[in-house]
């Protein structure tokens, strides 16, 4: 830990722990000590640690191809960009390293869009106040959060925000400058706010009567987190552009933006690359994580382990006065508490529970979506003993 603190920037403040082994929903320390892991390295390792089939996988290619660019063609990538396109409203894929890569592939595939094939002076993007889109600099002016952007200005030209599941607020913010609206189905990082059930659908109303994009940022909630493939999918309507990164390969750094031909064709060779995208490795543990999920029932598990997960907090909210509200879906669930967060994942950690903490006051909550009644029972009872006498 001396060693890290010495020698790596500070940009995150660390427990003071040091992980070394994973296995399915628990970690290891240094010292040996395990730990029942509900963060999934932030809702990223969705099947678990070391998921025998993304290993696997893995390792196969590493024996045949790490790398080539995409000056050439590969087998993985256009097995994963098939499986995205085929259970998704999406006919068309790009392939990145992040989230953050990925959102910018999206505002930059909507400027290009627009500037061809709408009318040259419509550039402007409308984000949500509370969202979170990422840390570049494009991606730090998309999240309409203050405490991202305080120190970076100036920041980009052309983004406006509304409240999020305000529909007037939205409707009004359009001007012959806007070209899309950009959002999270549900906001992660602003602490697990899920819009109204219909919300969703008019902003797909409201693009469509203005002749705009929705893009949708499904990098936290997409890959199974809510229950579905895509959280876009409850809503049933299908966006012009999605955005997914954090679960797509289980751990392994992998992005993808996602569009419709329509909007696709705005793109060309030279207008936006990437060296490492579609890079081999990645593709193997995204297709290897695809089939998993679709194959071995962990949307259903998900959706039931929710459902669970959400009706023993409820009654944990029940006990405690300082829980002052629980909400889901799926298994991006959150506790908003009435006193800061940090010390109740400091004592959860102590216990051998990981948990995180957003926004100061609300515990948030992305275990893998492999996880057991029991493993569920588990952390309850370790909530449940911290929270006590708080
Ligand atoms: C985590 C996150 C991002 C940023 O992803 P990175 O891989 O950290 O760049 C963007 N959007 C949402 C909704 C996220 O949760």
């Known amino acids: 830990m001396a060693l890290a603190d010495k020698n790596i920037m500070n940009t995150y403040k660390r427990s003071p722990i040091a992980l070394t082994k994973g296995k399915g929903t628990r ?3 240094a010292s040996g000590k395990e730990y029942l892991d509900f963060v999934a390295g932030i809702a990223v390792c969705n099947l678990g640690h070391s998921h025998p089939n993304v290993v696997k996988a893995i390792r196969k290619q590493l024996k045949n191809l790490m790398h080539v660019s995409n000056l050439y063609y590969t087998q993985p990538q256009a097995e994963v960009a098939s499986l995205l396109t085929k259970y998704s409203f999406a006919d068309k894929a790009f392939f990145c ?6 959102n ?3 505002i930059k595939l ?3 869009y627009a500037h061809e094939y709408l009318d040259a002076d419509k550039f402007e993007l409308i984000t949500m106040k509370d969202s979170f889109h990422g840390r570049t ?7 309409g959060q203050e405490k991202f952007q305080f120190g970076f200005t100036p920041l980009l030209e052309g983004f406006t925000y509304a409240p999020f599941n305000d529909l007037v607020a939205l409707e009004s913010a359009i001007t012959p400058k806007t070209c899309g609206i950009m959002l999270e189905p ?8 899920i819009p109204d059930e219909k919300y969703l659908a008019q902003v797909r109303n409201i693009c469509n009567r203005h002749k705009i994009l929705m893009i949708v940022d499904e990098v936290q909630t997409g890959i199974g987190r809510t229950g579905k493939l895509f959280a876009y999918e409850y809503s049933g309507i299908q966006p012009d552009i999605m955005t997914l990164a954090k679960a797509l390969g289980n751990g392994f750094p992998v992005g993808a933006m996602l569009a419709t031909h329509e909007i696709a064709k705005a793109f060309s060779p030279g207008n936006h690359a990437s060296t490492f ?8 543990a995204a297709k290897a994580t695809l089939k998993t999920m679709l194959d071995e029932g962990i ?9 669970y997960f959400l009706t023993k907090l409820q009654a944990l909210k029940a006990k405690h006065a300082i829980i002052s509200g629980v909400r889901g879906k799926g298994l991006m669930l959150a506790c908003a508490l009435t006193i800061e967060g940090a010390d109740i994942v400091k004592s959860c950690q102590e216990r051998g529970l990981l948990i995180n903490c957003t926004g100061g006051k609300t515990l948030r909550f992305v275990p893998p979506l492999i996880i057991t009644q029991s493993d569920i029972d588990a952390a309850i009872a370790i909530l449940d003993d911290v929270m006590e006498g708080k």
């Open 104 to 106: 910018e592939a999206a």
């Open 27 to 29: 970690l290891w320390d």
């Open 277 to 284: 995208g579609g890079n081999l490795l990645a593709m193997a």
């Open 299 to 307: 949307l259903e598990n998900c959706q039931k382990m929710g459902d």
């Open 97 to 102: 390293n992040s989230g953050a890569e990925a």
């Open 186 to 193: 549900i906001q992660g990082e602003g602490g697990v706010i």
């Open 110 to 112: 909507a400027r290009k």
């Open 137 to 143: 600099m494009a991606t730090i002016t998309a999240t």
